[in-house]
């Protein structure tokens, strides 16, 4: 069994981060450096993971344990509890509501769309751990391994398949167009193999879009006086028969999002075949990378990319710290140390462990 002792573990994210820039590396995966506030918008995908997760085990457990269909009435109560105690302020929070029935009704639309697979599940959120080759002279590092974790492994059509979930924004060409090039995905799929010593066919994408529809707020009474103000002296007659417009309830707005996410846009599964040549230049891109961060660590240079300070169209994380030169006050009082890694636990099975 392959044991990492005093290697230190690189994942897709961290190598993904390193290769964009080497400051954000820096400070997310050697200093441990996270915004008090998380991000909002990756909070949603993340509770979308967990409910899918909680959905896929149930499916696995019911499949192992020879029991054919789950019991989704037994099933699907607890992953809504899961959401409701996702936003606890969501009768204060005008954000965490909205992200309440988002959650809500994509789970809720997602099992209707999907309330059968042609696959049958191997594992949920299935951690790996494995030796970085040199791809010239098939030596190990001896400084670093990659730990990963995958959504699910699944068998279909007798070939093993990645299932790879994502929220999207939007669902459109150009999004589907990128998804063949996805470096995470040839990653977890390469070193997988290696893990569990099986061959991997390919990756389903199982896209679930996030609706833009917002809850109407309707009027205060002021806005609404002010608005009245203004028809009336256009008016002609001096009446008006504007009536002050209500906050929409609950049940409007659900409905309207389930509707939404019966129409065609927003979801989508494609399953893609990975090509096995994507697999050596892989393995020499994340070979260089490694080399790469070793310099970076020896050299204790980690150069900013600022073309990248607002990718995603929100400021990056560590945007506070690069712009004010490195200010031990803002670290202080914006950011917090945790776990480098946290998504994946202290460690990973062995695979003798997880088939026994
Ligand atoms: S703010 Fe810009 S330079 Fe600083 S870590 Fe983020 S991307 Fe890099």
């Known amino acids: 069994m392959f044991d990492p002792q005093d290697l230190t573990p690189v994942t897709c994210s961290s190598l993904k981060t390193f290769k964009l820039c080497r400051k954000d590396y820096l400070l997310r995966f050697v200093r441990g450096l996270r915004p008090l506030t998380e991000s909002e918008a990756l909070y949603l ?65 997602y099992i209707e769309r999907y309330p059968f697979e042609d696959f049958e599940v191997v594992e949920v959120e299935l951690q790996f751990q494995c030796p970085i080759f040199n791809p010239d002279t098939g030596a190990a590092s001896r400084t670093f391994y990659m730990r990963g974790k995958v959504d699910a492994l699944v068998v279909r059509e007798g070939e093993y398949f990645l299932l790879e979930h994502k929220t999207a924004s939007v669902i459109n060409e150009s999004y589907l167009e990128k998804l063949p090039l996805d470096f995470q995905v040839t990653l977890y799929a390469h070193y997988l193999e290696q893990y569990m010593n099986i061959r991997i066919a390919g990756v389903i994408y199982n896209v679930i879009g996030k ?37 929409e309830p ?44 070793l310099i970076a660590r020896r050299t204790n240079r980690w150069y900013m990319n600022t073309d990248i300070c607002f990718l995603y169209n929100r400021p990056c994380r560590f945007f506070p710290i690069c712009v004010s030169g490195d200010n031990p006050n803002v670290v202080d009082n914006k950011y917090r140390v945790g776990p480098i890694h946290p998504e994946l636990d202290e460690s990973a099975p062995s695979r003798d462990e997880m088939f026994t």
């Not at 006086?225 to 028969?241: H, M, N, P, Q």
């Open 250 to 293: 609950d049940e409007e707005y659900a409905a309207r999002l389930a509707e939404k996410y019966r129409g065609p846009d927003m979801f989508h599964r494609s399953p893609l075949y990975i090509p096995r040549s994507q697999y050596e230049t892989l393995t020499a891109e994340i070979w260089e990378l490694c080399q790469q961060l």
């Open 45 to 109: 995908g993340t509770v979308i993971h967990g409910c899918l997760e909680r959905w896929y085990l149930a499916m696995r457990n019911a499949q192992t344990g020879g029991r054919g269909g789950m019991d989704k009435d037994a099933v699907v109560p607890g992953i809504f509890d899961y959401i409701d105690a996702s936003f606890p302020d969501r009768e204060r929070d005008e954000r965490q509501k909205r992200d309440w029935h988002l959650a809500r009704t994509m789970f809720a639309e």
């Open 211 to 247: 609706a833009r529809l917002q809850q109407g707020m309707g009027e205060t009474e002021e806005v609404f006086e002010a608005r009245r103000a203004k028809l009336l002296e256009k008016s002609k007659t001096g009446k008006t028969t504007a009536k002050r417009q209500m906050p």
